[in-house]
């Protein structure tokens, strides 16, 4: 299983661009979550999806930034315009809901900064 | 609102001693209670967890954590620390109702082993 695939892992851009992260969950799970690291703020969940439908964005910061699910493979969050304190790492989760389990598999996260 | 607290930010042993890591929540509900940790370099990846049953939980690497409800805490214990448990360490808490799938972080904890 080759995991959940984040692109890109590095990305630099200056403010008032777009970014656009992507991310692959685990074939086969019905959760993907949206994360953001920072030192200060630790780990916030930004947004999650059921089976591709959003269930809660109470965690995303403003209108900036949008969530994307079209099928159950592929997922993007996008930022725009860019701003410097969306610098922070990005990691997208998924899971496989069951009553006994409910693991999140993280990806390697995109570190973003915003110049 | 819902919080979870990690008492040690940062934390130095020397190999072969004993860790204890604390975590505080502060909902009082039926809970699903979580340790991750992350590697220099790696992404989260789950430790051990909590969803009903024996109170004590074991996870890998020789972790395990004790769930105390009357306390509200969920504390990460090893007897002997390596070099390689150097890591961050993250408790993370789900309020189990409904369909909620919301994790609630810890800042995290800092683990540095010497050598």
């Known amino acids: 299983d080759a995991g959940v695939i984040q692109s890109p892992r590095h990305e630099v851009t200056e403010m008032g661009q777009e970014v656009t992260l992507r991310c692959k969950p685990i074939?086969?799970?019905?959760?993907l979550f949206w994360y953001r690291q920072t030192m200060m703020r630790g780990l916030e969940l930004l947004i999650y999806?059921?089976?591709?439908?959003?269930?809660?964005d109470s965690g995303m910061p403003e209108d900036r930034f949008s969530a994307k699910m079209p099928n159950a493979s592929f997922s993007t969050l996008k930022i725009q315009p860019s701003e410097p304190r969306d610098s922070a790492v990005y990691f997208c989760?998924?899971?496989?809901?069951?009553?006994?389990?409910?693991?999140?598999?993280f990806g390697e996260g995109s570190r973003l900064t915003v110049l | 609102a819902q919080s979870v607290s990690q008492h040690n930010h940062h934390v130095i042993l020397s190999e072969a001693a004993s860790l204890e890591l604390g975590c505080n929540y502060s909902?009082?509900?039926?809970?699903?209670l979580f340790w991750y940790v992350q590697y220099p370099g790696q992404h989260l990846q789950l430790l051990l967890k909590?969803?009903?049953?024996d109170p004590l939980v074991k996870g890998i690497k020789g972790f395990e954590a004790e769930f105390i409800k009357s306390k509200f805490s969920f504390n990460l214990r090893k007897p002997s620390v390596q070099w390689s448990d150097t890591a961050e360490y993250f408790c993370?808490?789900?309020?189990?109702?409904?369909?909620?799938?919301?994790?609630?972080w810890g800042l995290g904890t800092s683990l540095a082993v010497n050598p």
């Open positions: 989760a998924s899971s496989l809901w069951t009553a006994n389990t409910g693991e999140l598999f």
């Open positions: 074939s086969g799970h019905d959760y």
């Open positions: 999806f059921n089976n591709n439908v959003p269930i809660d």
């Open positions: 909902y009082g509900g039926t809970v699903n």
């Open positions: 909590y969803f009903s049953g």
């Open positions: 993370a808490v789900m309020r189990n109702a409904g369909n909620n799938r919301k994790l609630i």
